[in-house]
C-alpha cells in the first residue's frame, strides 16, 4: 500500500476526520459519480475498512440500496457490510476492505493484456459468485473491471464481486417468476460491457449479467474491444454506435484470436431467454476445458501473482460456495436491511424535508441497537455506538400502514405491510 499523497488527498477536506467516532479515514480510494470512497482504519480494533460518502440528493438512493443489497446477500467473495448511517447530508457506508480493482491491476501490467490461464481463473470464479446471487433473486447490472477485485492482504488470492448500487431484483422471492419484460428503460450500467438487449432498452435478467462478464474477459485478454474508439457527439449517439458495433460483430469475429470456448461462451450467453434458467456449470466448464487442453488446472493463478493453491485446498473452497448456490436456502432478514429499507422509503416520503441528524448501525453490535436523543449537555452516550436521532419539523414518522400499493408503489411499504406480488420494491 502506497504512502504516497496525491494532489486532491492534500486538499480533501474528510480526509483525517472520523467518522462515527469510530472510523479515522487515512487514504482516498476512489471518486465515482455518487461519491467517495476511503480507506479507514477503526480506532477500537485497528482493522482497515473502506468506508463510502455520498452527499444526500433528492431522488438518489444507490448508497442505501447497495447497504440493502449488501446486508441481504451476507455471502461469500461480496464485501462484508459494517456499518451504515447518516451524518448531516452524508450517507456513509463501512464495509470490509478489498484489494486493487482489475482495472487497476489491468492498468499496471506491461502488455495491458491478461493471459488465457489468468482469464479463466477469473471467470470461474465470478459464474460462482453471479450464480449466487442470481439465486438470491438479484442481478447486478453494473459489470465492468472497476467493480472486481482481489481480496485485501491473506485473501488476495480471492475474487469478489462489488458496487451493488445499480443492482435490482428480477424476481419474485416467493414465486420466482420474472417481473415484466418491458422496453424502452434507459442504460443501467456501462456502455463498453452491457449486453445488447440492456443497449436496447429491454429489461436486464440474468443473461445481461453474463454476456456482460463474456465482454470483461475479452476486454482482459485482448485489451481493447471493437466498439471502443468512437467519435460520438453525445450519449445517445455514443450508446448507439456501441450497440450497432456490438450488434455487427459476431462471437466468431470478436474470439478469433482465442480458444473456441469463449466464442461458445458469447453465443450461449447472447441466445438465452428472458426467463431462462443459465447452465452455470456448462459455463464454468467451457473454462475449465480450456485449462485441461493447455494442461493447466483451475488453482487460483494470476499473471500478478503466480504461486496457486493446492487441489485440497480448491476443493474446500468449492465445496464452501457451492453450499450458498442451493436455491433452497431461507435466508434470513437482517435488522439493518429492514432499517435502512424504512430510512429510504422515508427519505422518498419526505425528500427535502427529511432530516436526520445522526443515526448508526453497526452490524458487529446488532444485539445492542437502541434508539435514543442526546443527552441534557449534547453529548452522545459513548458507551452506545449506535445512536439514532430522528428529526422532521414538516411531519411525524409516516405511517406505512395506511399506504396502498400502487402501479408506481411510491413510496414503497416495509415488508410486513406488502402485498405477495413485490415486482417494484427491493424488498425481499
Not at 451504515?84 to 487497476?104: A, H, P
Not at 448456490?325 to 436491511?337: C, F, G, Q, V
Not at 445492542?368 to 459513548?382: A, H, L, T, W
Not at 400502487?406 to 402485498?419: D, F, I, N, T, V
Request: hydrophobic residues 30%.
Amino acid at each position: 500500500m502506497s504512502g504516497h499523497t496525491t494532489d486532491s488527498e492534500s486538499t480533501d477536506v474528510f480526509l483525517g476526520q472520523t467518522i462515527f467516532n469510530k472510523y479515522k479515514l487515512i487514504r482516498k480510494l476512489g471518486q465515482g459519480s455518487f461519491g467517495s470512497i476511503y480507506q479507514a482504519q477503526s480506532k477500537c480494533s485497528n482493522k482497515y475498512y473502506a468506508v463510502k460518502l455520498e452527499e444526500m440528493r433528492q431522488n438518489q438512493f444507490v448508497l442505501e440500496e447497495e447497504s440493502i443489497f449488501l446486508s441481504y446477500l451476507n455471502c461469500p467473495r461480496i464485501p462484508k457490510l459494517k456499518t451504515f448511517g447518516y451524518s448531516g447530508s452524508l450517507i456513509i457506508l463501512v464495509m470490509e476492505l478489498l484489494g486493487d480493482s482489475l482495472d487497476k491491476i489491468f492498468d499496471k501490467l506491461p502488455s495491458r493484456k491478461m493471459s488465457i490461464r489468468c482469464v479463466c481463473n477469473i471467470a470461474y470464479q465470478l459464474l460462482m459468485i453471479f450464480e449466487i446471487i442470481h439465486n438470491c433473486n438479484i442481478i447486478h447490472r453494473d459489470i465492468k473491471p472497476a467493480n472486481v477485485a482481489i481480496g485485501f492482504e491473506g485473501k488476495s488470492k480471492f475474487i469478489y464481486l462489488l458496487d451493488f448500487g445499480l443492482s435490482k431484483k428480477y424476481r419474485s422471492s416467493k414465486t420466482k417468476k420474472h417481473f415484466p419484460f418491458v422496453q424502452g428503460n434507459k442504460l443501467i450500467g456501462n456502455a463498453r460491457y452491457s449486453s445488447i438487449n440492456a443497449l436496447d432498452g429491454g429489461t436486464q435478467s440474468r443473461r445481461d449479467d453474463l454476456e456482460s462478464l463474456g465482454y470483461l474477459l475479452l476486454y482482459l485478454l485482448l485489451g481493447r474491444l471493437p466498439w471502443q474508439g468512437h467519435i460520438s457527439h453525445s450519449k445517445e449517439d455514443k450508446y448507439y454506435k456501441i450497440r450497432e458495433t456490438k450488434k455487427k460483430v459476431t462471437p466468431a469475429e470478436l474470439c478469433e484470436t482465442l480458444p473456441n470456448e469463449f466464442e461458445q461462451y458469447i453465443k450461449y450467453t447472447r441466445n438465452l431467454k428472458y426467463e431462462e434458467d443459465p447452465d452455470y456449470n456448462y459455463l464454468k466448464n467451457l473454462f475449465v476445458s480450456v485449462l485441461k487442453k493447455n494442461n493447466w488446472e483451475f488453482n487460483y493463478y494470476y499473471d500478478w501473482d503466480q504461486t496457486t493453491l493446492s487441489n485440497e485446498e480448491v476443493i474446500s473452497i468449492n465445496n464452501s460456495l457451492s453450499s450458498y448456490t442451493n436455491t433452497n436456502i431461507e435466508r434470513k432478514i437482517p435488522k439493518l436491511y429492514t432499517k435502512i429499507n424504512e430510512l429510504k422509503n422515508e427519505r422518498k416520503l419526505f425528500g427535502e424535508n427529511f432530516e436526520v441528524e445522526r443515526f448508526v448501525f453497526d452490524i458487529e453490535e446488532e444485539s445492542n441497537f437502541n434508539i435514543m436523543q442526546r443527552n441534557q449537555n449534547g453529548k452522545e452516550n459513548e458507551n452506545d455506538i449506535e445512536i439514532y436521532n430522528y428529526s422532521n419539523s414538516m411531519a411525524p414518522r409516516p405511517n406505512f400502514k395506511k399506504y396502498k400499493k400502487s402501479s408506481g408503489c411510491l413510496p414503497c411499504q416495509p415488508k410486513a405491510y406488502r402485498e405477495e406480488d413485490d415486482s417494484c420494491c427491493i424488498i425481499f
